[in-house]
């Protein structure tokens, strides 16, 4: 019998367990998390009015309450936790799924500034990730400005935007919605350094902006044209070509009368984080300009935006695993069709999938063919895995390395709380924002918010 610890309850840990308990009718999957909570970045990336994504949550739960497969949250591996090498000795295999953790800097002066954030942290707090620290991003924020122009970037800039009467049916915390509905943020600036043609949102993300309440959005046409497929998109491959129809169609005048305004910035990229009384202030930004070869080169022009709140959304970037191997340049563990290398040799019985495997790219629908492969792999290799006998079952062992992992159970009995706790407030299901809450329900307490 085949046995397996999954690092990671996100998708990508998600459909390596489906994989592994559909292609091998013996095989029995522990999926680690170091949160208390499964779905990672389904619960604590996806924005909290995005329902659709969300609930991707159903699927991946099928997967966790089969038969075959067990959570256990609550189990760190690595520093703190269960060490990498002791999970090898539990199991016949170990595939990490831990994803990109960190986010990548634009190394400008000022960076640090109070008010400097990346977006990631900013996402931390409105989805409740209970690392999150409730840093009143918003006190006293007139101007925000996001820097970068994907889909995090719009989905920081939607929820800046967003009425509070829209934000109370979603699971969004109390304190985020609450700091959310006293904003005084009226301008958005979200920026990018090169033109409309090259930007990485999705035509539906781009498009909700400019369906939100009391919010006009605007693209200076003489900035944006500076690309030359914003004049003519016609040759631009039809989801970038959708994006600039959607672009041109906001060159108009904004609305007077709207209460915010968000402003689409091109061809700018971040040089300084000035500060005023203390803390960022503005972003000074330098005018690029195509360079003919899809970069851009910088002219020397500087302008200065007005901002209480910068947050930087420019990528992902995975963080080595103590244990494992580490490619630093592409923030990766080395691999070989989701086989761990070492020095260039496969490690037997160690393999990678999702973003720690591949880099931040696709979407959440990519993992499933990448969880495939390196099940593919793993199943290839199971004769000569599946040799090495291992106790009956790794979960006391588990708990002498000082570990007291959190069931299916104790999931549910969060779930629970959080229901409970949103029908007090008036509200559907609202999220649990910390540590104490989370295993104080977890172990069937109440889990209210302590913080409210």
């Known amino acids: 019998m085949l046995r397996v610890a999954v690092v990671g309850s996100g998708p990508s840990g998600c459909y390596t367990a489906q994989h592994l308990v559909q292609l091998d009718p013996g095989a029995r999957v522990d999926v680690l998390d170091r949160l208390p909570c499964p779905y990672g970045l389904v619960r604590y990336g996806v924005a909290p009015d995005h329902e659709k994504i969300k609930s991707l949550q159903g699927s991946l739960r099928t997967v966790l309450e089969h038969e075959r497969v067990r959570f256990l949250g609550a189990v760190p591996v690595g520093p703190g936790g269960v060490p990498a090498a002791r999970l090898r000795e539990l199991y016949h295999a170990v595939v990490y799924c831990v994803g990109a953790a960190t986010d990548r800097h634009l190394d400008v002066p000022g960076e640090d500034l109070p008010g400097s954030w990346s977006a990631t942290a900013f996402v931390s707090w409105y989805s409740a990730h209970p690392d999150a620290a409730d840093t009143g991003f918003l006190r006293e924020v007139r101007s925000a400005v996001v820097v970068g122009v994907g889909n995090v970037a719009v989905d920081v800039t939607r929820m800046l935007a967003r009425g509070s009467g829209e934000l109370r049916p979603t699971d969004m915390p109390h304190t985020a919605l609450t700091a959310l509905e006293a904003s005084e943020v009226t301008e958005i600036h979200m920026v990018g350094r090169r033109g409309p043609s090259q930007a990485r949102f999705t035509t539906k993300e781009l498009r909700e902006l400019g369906t939100l309440p009391d919010t006009a959005v605007h ?64 972003v000074r930004f330098e005018r690029t300009a195509p360079d003919g070869e899809g970069a851009v080169t910088g002219t020397g022009r500087f302008e200065d935006v007005e901002g209480q709140l910068v947050l930087r959304s420019v990528g992902y970037r995975g963080v080595p695993l103590e244990g494992l191997p580490f490619d630093a340049a592409t923030g990766t563990v080395p691999h070989l069709a989701g086989r761990v290398l070492r020095g260039g040799a496969v490690a037997p019985g ?7 495997k591949r880099g931040p790219t696709g979407v959440i629908g990519t993992n499933r063919s990448c969880a495939k492969e390196t099940v593919t792999s793993l199943l ?21 390395e000082g570990v ?31 540590w104490e809450s989370l295993l104080t329900a977890a172990r069937g307490g109440d889990g209210v918010d302590p913080r409210t």
């Open 219 to 282: 693209v200076d046409a003489a900035e944006a044209a500076l690309d030359p497929a914003f004049t003519d998109p016609s040759g631009l491959p039809p989801p970038l070509r959708r994006n600039v129809e959607v672009l041109r169609g906001w060159t108009e005048p904004p609305r007077p009368e709207a209460r915010r305004l968000i402003r689409l910035r091109f061809f700018l990229r971040p040089v300084e984080l000035l500060a005023v009384d203390g803390r960022v202030g503005a």
């Open 350 to 356: 160690e393999y990678v999938a999702g973003w720690i």
């Open 380 to 400: 290839q290799d199971a004769p000569s895995l599946t040799a090495r006998a291992l106790p009956d079952d790794p979960l006391p062992a588990l708990r002498a």
């Open 404 to 434: 007291d992992p959190v069931p299916w159970q104790g999931w549910e009995s969060i779930e629970r709380a959080e229901s409970r706790w949103g029908a007090s407030l008036g509200r559907g299901l609202v999220k649990l924002p910390d």
